[in-house]
Structures are given as structure tokens and as C-alpha cells.
């Protein structure tokens, strides 16, 4: 099996369909592994979630996800973010919101855990460091955990009695030896590592490799799109920039 991982989609249906698109142009993928963030943020969360849900896939709840269906406090959110979320949820028709509802928290795939944030509090916690991560590694059992969340490329390995380092995910990753991984396929809807190309990764389970990919896409017309919505201007602005 092959599988689209996809992370941080944020309602950007532009980046979305170049990234769907580009991973056919790669030999395609039998399902897609969706690591939360859907919606928020962006001018298209409901058909985000529409094309989500026409291919075969598994996903876990994101921060905005809940947000925008009031099954999270905004509290913690910044004013653009909240803003965001409180402009989503009337976007989304009923079976959207069911359907972010019903999320789960955590899904474990044969050896590869996944969640949004961390293995350890999965809505929240950013990883980013080699000291979150540390800690990380004793949330989840087997092999790999895909996080997203942060919007940032990475890759934390952990081999058997050493340290742990965290580097920029590489563009061909293997699971081999005796480590062990926390990986994070970057956003595609809004990086945030200075490259304002969609970022996504393929696995094939076969293989037991990783490809990294960024895409290229209409950043402008996902731009256009938020200042018809009214949506904040920081948030229209970053995607240009990708941060
Ligand atoms: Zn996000």
C-alpha cells in the first residue's frame, strides 16, 4: 500500500488539489493519512472536507478542526485564528460538522501512530524540538508517529541507546535499522518553515520509505478567495511567504 500523508490542510482547496494531483504524478496512493487541520485559516473548509472524503483515507482531529465546530475553546487561539474559526463554522453543512466531530483523537496504522499535535497530548502540543520529542518517544509503541501541527518539515530519530537529533525531512527517508521515528510531512495548506510551496509526503508501506515532496501552487488565487471571505490580512499575506 501506498499512502498520501497530508497534514495542515487548512481549507486551502488550491494546494490541496495541486498536492492530490502531484502524488499521482508520483504512481498515485491507495488512501490518504490525513493528520488533522482541515479547516481554519483558510477560504475553503467545507469543500476541503468534500474532497477529503472522495478518497479512501483515515484522519485524526486537529486544533481548528474542533475550533470551528465549538467543541474547543478559541481561547488559546491568537485573533486571527479565532477569527478564522468563528468565520468557518457556518460554512460547513451538517454532515461536514458531524463528520469533524467524529474525528478521533489518535489512530494507530499496523507500527505508525498518528496524531495531530504530539503522541503524548495530540490536539496541542507542537514539536519542535529535540527536548519535546525526547518525551514524546514514550507515548506511543511502535516504529513511527506522524505529527503535523507545527507546518514544519521534520524528522526526529531516535536510534536504539543514542540521542535523539531532529533534522528537515529528507526527501527519501527510510525506516531502517533499529530507530525509531516522529516525522512530520510539513502543511500543505500553510507552511511555515519560509517556503510557501504545499509540503506533503508519500509512504510506501512496502518499501518502508518516506518521500517528501513541495508543490508549487495558485497561492494567489487562494488569496483572492480569502479577501472575498473577509477573512484577517496576516493570514492572506503569510501564505506568500510561508510562515
Ligand atoms: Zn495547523
Known amino acids: 500500500m501506498r499512502y498520501a500523508v497530508l497534514a495542515d490542510i487548512h481549507s486551502n482547496l488550491a494546494a490541496f488539489e495541486r498536492v492530490l494531483e502531484h502524488a ?9 493519512w490525513c493528520l488533522g487541520d482541515i479547516v481554519g485559516y483558510g477560504p475553503d473548509p467545507q469543500p476541503c472536507i468534500d474532497l477529503l472524503r472522495q478518497h479512501p483515507h483515515v484522519c485524526v482531529a486537529g486544533n481548528h478542526d474542533w475550533a470551528a465546530i465549538g467543541k474547543l475553546s478559541t481561547h488559546d487561539f491568537n485573533a486571527d485564528a479565532r477569527a478564522a474559526a468563528l468565520w468557518t463554522g457556518p460554512q460547513l453543512s451538517s454532515e461536514g460538522r458531524a463528520y469533524l466531530d467524529a474525528l478521533p483523537e489518535r489512530l494507530e496504522q499496523a507500527d505508525i501512530t498518528l496524531v495531530h499535535g504530539s503522541p503524548r497530548w495530540p490536539i496541542w502540543e507542537y514539536l519542535l524540538t529535540v527536548h519535546d520529542a525526547e518525551d514524546s518517544f514514550e507515548h506511543f509503541a511502535g516504529r513511527c508517529c506522524l505529527v503535523g501541527h507545527s ?60 518521500r517528501h515532496f513541495r508543490v508549487p501552487y495558485e497561492v494567489a488565487v487562494t488569496q483572492r478567495r480569502m479577501i472575498e471571505a473577509g477573512l484577517p490580512r496576516r493570514l492572506v499575506e503569510r501564505l506568500a511567504q510561508g510562515w
Open 151 to 210: 507546518h514544519v518539515p521534520l524528522a526526529f530519530v531516535k536510534p536504539q541507546g543514542q540521542n535523539t537529533s531532529v533534522n528537515r525531512l529528507p526527501a527519501e527517508l527510510p525506516l531502517a535499522g533499529d530507530a525509531r521515528f516522529i516525522l512530520n510531512p510539513g502543511g500543505v495548506g500553510q507552511p511555515r518553515d519560509g517556503d510557501p510551496r504545499a509540503s506533503y509526503a508519500l509512504y510506501d508501506e512496502r518499501e518502508r520509505v518516506f
Open 24 to 32: 499521482q504524478a508520483q504512481g498515485g496512493f491507495d488512501a490518504i
